[in-house]
């Protein structure tokens, strides 16, 4: 059980002895984390239910053999729960745990094993499920996001074993299945196995940093939640020879209530989402966006104001998919129906489910020609801020500051974690660190993901002088 310990403030500089080189152990562990890595990746284990289920076993299968092999845990299970308050079971996760010894504190390591699918193979310069090494890259669906952050996990805790061969430190690690596809039954697993994942300190490795140079905490994320818009105008379709310029066809009038959402600049135009401001971070011009994102030349940024408040802080609602004819099968049709995905994403600090009506309300309230519009709400996740002044904050900037050489910094995530405010929920006492194995150039769900190796390296080294912070006495 948790000994729900508060991290007390000692000298960060006595985080380590002289005698202990924790990036010099995880160094001569490259090959084998990487090989390691290649045996995950090459598991497809897409989390979705259009996908074979076996490859998420085989996952987990693998994943708890790398978490026995360290020899720390008293126990290592894969396990699932139901989603919601149906009898079908989610994807399996695996859960290690290694009691505290002499009354110290508990840190638990989260990371998920489940990746997206491949998508366009043909939009690959490599295989998607086979790592290729190209520089100091390695290319391959999942292999940054998030099996990587199992790999650093694991490496953090090979390192560990080197340097301290019977820690103190108590030890937990969760590494779910279904991440990428919502996390269904992940309140279901807290609530069974709340005792065994009790900690005092969480790192979800899950997140990114600055540049390949430079490592981050991720203190804000925005949340997230998703609407499915139904938009019809007709009982039947009609031919738009003999019907079109009098009669209002369904795809007509949701592109029009579509781009109600934005005005003309793209900027958010929906009232009632609130906005929040960024703290300290560095700074970021729009040639730096032109070149992460890939904006073409002559296309302008959308929104208004600082840039990175409109990624981190500020909402933001896309339209991700559209149920409709394809061009190949295209008809001299009007659509009686339509069917689109809106994805809002919240500022941090507005309930998503209160975004969600809000959005809801617009959309419902703004349909030309008396178009029916009806809203399903699909999923919701709140967003997280945090402080970085906490002692365990503390502690993992100066354990990155010594892996990588370099100030860290604090920095905002536009994407949304939503199980964060459930560990919070669950764990009240618990300081969660969101720490990131990604750089702006990972292309995490994109065709071509990539790991930047000696980043990956240096985030395991600066997880190994965190743990082996808390395991000699720093912090409690």
Known sequence: MCNNHKIS?????????????????????????????????????????????????ASAK????LLEDTGLFDAVQIVSAPVGETSTHGQPAVIARREPRGGGPTVMLYAHHDVQPAGDEEAWETEPFVVTRVGERAYGRGVADDKAGVMSHVGALRALKALRPDPDLGIVVFIEGEEEYGSPSFTNLLEAHRATLASDVIIVADSMNWSTEIPALTTSLRGTATLAVTVSTLDHPVHSGMF?????????????????????????????????????????????????SGVLAGVDAIGHGDILERMWTRPAITVTGIDMPSVDEASNTLSASVRACVS??????????????????????????????????????DGYSAAIDSVAAQLMTQAMRESWQTEPVEMGIGGSIPFIAEFLTVFPDAEILITGIEDPDTRAHSPNESLHLPGFLRATGSETRFLMALNDGLGW
């Open 9 to 57: 403030g000692m000298p960060l500089e006595a985080a380590h002895s002289d005698q202990d080189n924790p990036d010099a152990v995880v160094a001569a562990l490259e090959d084998e984390l990487v090989d390691a890595l290649t045996e995950l990746v090459a598991i497809p284990s897409v989390s979705w239910p259009s996908h074979d289920a076996a490859h998420v076993r």
């Open 62 to 65: 693998y994943t708890a053999g």
């Open 244 to 292: 079109g310029g009098a009669v209002p066809d369904a795809m007509m009038a949701m592109t029009r209530l579509l781009a109600s959402l934005h005005d003309d600049d793209g900027g958010v135009a929906v009232r009632g989402l609130r906005e929040s401001h960024r703290r300290n971070s560095p700074d970021y011009d729009e040639s730096r966006l032109r070149d992460e």
């Open 344 to 381: 809002i994403r919240v500022s941090p600090g507005q309930s998503a489910a209160q975004a969600a009506e809000v959005v809801t309300s617009h959309l419902l309230t703004h349909a030309p020609w008396g178009a029916r519009v009806s809203v399903d709400l699909i999923a919701t996740g």
